[in-house]
């Protein structure tokens, strides 16, 4: 009975989604209150609806009801509860549905909390919302039904992927999700906005907390999916420049660019088209990471294995969406007003330039990301695009990035000049400069780019610090004056001054553990030692381990650092009988300045296994800026200005003619 509800659920859902997505538009159109009114008990419907289908299909899972097929298929009686809840979306169907829950959990975010936004703005913006939540239903209730029956019932389920059964997979998707999905409602404002012919400051201050949501939460989840393969692919790795992680990375370079955007509107109402063009470009890279993952044109870790008739569907979608949407905007965009002038030597400048690197950016990795396809079709050949490529594509563009970064804030709006910034800046320089010295003098063997990568990392943290001590005149008041302009700081300020800090934390990060990584394979007896980074690891034997769902056997590796013990690593070797698969899980000891990371594989001899030990230097860093990155979002999200939305729109007579004129 609970699959034929939830199934309920998602028909009723695909009906208020109709409704929503035509009346209130019309009630827009026609100055009709009623109508428009409409659209925000629709959004609460709607989330309620699909919330408790997703509620539904999670009860099947965690009670293993085996008449369910997206239940045999994933899950298992002896699975832990952990991974039969995460096993929800660990599969086509129910990520999808997870995908609607998204969207109409923004929708319903807007219709709650969009009290103070213009009756017309908020009908149209739930209105698109609810046309591209109408397509993912149509798609999940023709061709991806979760609550599809199997008869006659077998006894136990296939079990989840041994790969997806980790705390960091059970967490990560949604956020993922979360992020990415999130986007859709910016895309929604985006064309609400061109429906309406009006795009100005009280638009931008209602779009930016709901992108910055986005962006902090894709951003958590690609941190956290870096992270789990890192740990869990048994080589430490943390980026590989997969196709599906691209699918993700590119929505979050254009969504920066976006979020950096949708300022200069607020601050200075410029940059108008741009950001509504940001808008569509985010959005429509989601559709497509969504087309990837699910068409079965890649073979990935990430991608559900589907029939391309499923591909089709989803790529229908996206040109209707996408294609749309671009129409729609070469149609009205040149009717926005232009805005106010700067000059390029401006902070508006800065964020234009950091705004066409960004994009130019995430047009590098679509390309390497999309060359491969294309060439397997039109030619028949099979390539491969790596770090070669984006090394030589897509670093070089981040260094002016970083430059702007952190000189950006410091220039003035409309006008500024360089030499201010630059003076201001210079301790941080120097700083900077000091770092890269002392890089060259303690370690170098690794590649030039990897001192550039050092010196853009320190240069962008202490960039950040120098702007806010700029900021509090640190220096050049009383100490007393100085406390006070700290205390008078704002969340959004701070959340900045972390976000970008963080950043470069994580290019630290990054750069050590790619380019200063010790690594060392050896087939071991017990009694066998390995010595690495100053530490000293001695194997001493493997022992039978069991769990829930699997056998393993975990290796014994004693740590001494000095003759004095350090600590005793356990890697795994797991065996998943149901799914008849292994997997390796690594044991990694962490230090602030890097990692001893310890992975295992079947040995030559019965008597020995194969050691694979690395050091990885600074690699903690990359994690604790991806949190102190997320955490800026938060602490800015949480910004009064936030809470309080937008200030109500002054309608000017010649404005107010134009947009009923538009429509």
């Known amino acids: 009975m609970v699959p034929e509800l939830g199934h309920l659920a998602l028909i009723v859902a695909l009906m208020v989604a109709l409704v929503q997505s035509i009346l209130p538009l019309v009630g827009a159109a026609r100055r009709l209150p009623g109508l428009m009114a409409m659209a925000v008990p629709g959004a609460l419907v709607q989330f309620a609806l699909i919330a408790f289908a997703f509620g539904c299909l999670t009860w099947v899972h965690v009670t293993s ?33 997870l995908w609607v829950l998204m969207l109409t959990l923004f929708g319903a975010g807007v219709a709650l909390l969009g009290g103070g936004m213009p009756m017309a703005l908020r009908a149209r913006t739930l209105a698109v919302q609810a046309m591209i939540t109408l397509g993912f239903l149509a798609f999940i209730i023709a061709t991806s039904n979760p609550f599809q029956r199997v008869f006659p019932p077998p006894v136990n389920g296939h079990d989840l992927n041994p790969l997806l059964q980790d705390p960091g997979l059970a967490v990560h998707p949604p956020l993922l999700y979360f992020g990415y999905v999130g986007f859709s409602i910016v895309f929604s404002f985006a064309m609400a906005a061109l429906i309406e012919g009006r ?48 699918a993700s990375f590119m929505p979050w370079l254009v969504g920066t660019a976006l979020l950096h955007s949708a300022i200069v509107v607020e601050k200075r109402d410029a940059l108008k088209s741009w950001t509504i063009l940001l808008s569509i470009i985010t959005f429509s890279l989601s559709l497509m990471g969504t087309f990837l993952v699910r068409s079965g044109v890649l073979s990935s870790v990430h991608a559900f294995a589907v029939d391309p008739g499923r591909g089709y569907f989803i790529l229908a979608l996206m040109v209707i969406a996408v294609g749309g949407s671009f129409a729609l905007y070469a149609w009205r965009a040149p009717a926005l007003a232009p805005g106010g002038l700067f000059q390029p030597i401006s902070r508006e400048g800065a964020l234009v330039l950091n705004n066409l690197l960004l994009a130019t950016a995430a047009a590098t990795v679509l390309i390497g990301t999309l060359y491969p396809l294309v060439l397997d079709v039109v030619a ?73 990568g050092i010196a853009a990392g320190s240069w962008v943290l202490l960039g950040s610090l120098a702007e806010l001590a700029d900021r509090i005149h640190l220096g050049r008041a009383s100490l007393a004056e100085v406390r006070r302009r700290l205390g008078r700081q704002t969340r959004a300020s701070w959340g900045m001054v972390l976000a970008h800090a963080g950043l470069g934390i994580a290019i630290l990060g990054m750069v050590g553990t790619s380019l200063w990584v010790d690594e060392h394979i050896a087939a071991v007896k017990p009694g066998s030692h390995i010595r690495m980074a100053g530490y000293d690891i001695t194997y001493k034997g493997v022992e039978p381990a069991e769990g829930p769902n699997y056998t393993a056997e975990a290796a014994r590796f004693e740590v001494t650092r000095g003759g004095r013990p350090v600590t005793v690593l356990k ?28 992975a295992t594989g079947a040995g030559p001899t019965p008597d020995t296994i194969t050691a694979r030990v690395w050091h990885h230097p600074l690699v903690p860093w990359l994690w604790g800026g991806g949190a102190l990155m997320v955490l800026g979002g938060l602490i800015s999200l949480s910004d009064r ?23």
Do not use: C
């Open 380 to 452: 028949g050949e099979r390539v491969t695009v790596g770090s070669p490529y984006y090394n030589a594509t897509f670093v070089p563009l981040m260094v002016p990035l970083f430059a702007l970064l952190v000189i950006g804030p410091l220039l003035g709006w409309k006008r500024s000049d360089l030499g201010s910034a630059f003076s201001r800046l210079k301790i941080a320089l120097l700083a900077a400069t000091f770092v890269v010295i002392a890089t060259l003098a303690l370690r170098w063997d690794g590649p030039l780019l990897g001192l550039v």
């Open 641 to 663: 200005r936030y809470r309080l939305g937008a200030p109500s729109r002054r309608q000017q007579p010649a404005m107010a003619a134009a947009a009923t004129a538009a429509e």
């Open 199 to 246: 795009v100005d400051p009280a638009w931008a201050r209602w779009v930016r907390p709901w992108t910055l949501a986005a962006w902090t939460g894709l951003t958590a989840g690609i941190t956290l999916g870096s992270n789990w393969a890192y740990y869990e692919l048994g080589w430490g790795g943390f980026w590989f420049w997969d196709p599906v992680e691209n």
């Open 65 to 97: 009801d085996f008449t369910v097929e997206n239940v045999v298929e994933n899950s298992h009686t002896l699975k832990p509860l952990l991974y039969k809840v995460s096993g929800v979306w660990g599969n086509h169907e129910g990520s999808m549905l």
């Open 571 to 598: 890697p795994e070797r797991r065996f998943y009988p149901v799914a008849r698969m292994e997997t390796t899980e690594a044991a990694i000891l962490t230090r602030p300045f890097g990692d001893l990371y310890v």
